[in-house]
């Protein structure tokens, strides 16, 4: 199966950084200013969500996503 190694996943994140779609910011924006509590929830990984949380000023313990699991050697051990 496919077995991304953490050098990549961070390579991929730094190539192609993740934003959020146009409009966005303005809306979490305007929620926060309101005192909303503002989550994001995604199917994909943890890591990728998180350049999007920091840009909307979301913390990042809103965030729920599978995190990958790697070895010390850097392997993938799976997702929590």
């Known amino acids: 199966g496919f077995k991304p190694h953490r050098d990549e996943l961070l390579r991929c994140l ?7 779609a146009k409009g966005v910011g303005d809306l979490v924006g305007v929620l926060l200013k309101l005192g909303i509590t503002v989550r994001i929830l995604s199917q994909g990984l943890k890591e ?19 995190s990958a699991k790697f070895a010390t050697d850097g392997s ?3 997702l929590t």
């Open 48 to 66: 990728t969500a998180v350049p999007v949380a920091r840009q909307l000023h979301v913390p990042l313990d809103n965030i729920f996503a599978n």
């Open 14 to 20: 730094n190539t192609a950084p993740q934003r959020a």
């Open 76 to 78: 993938l051990i799976g």
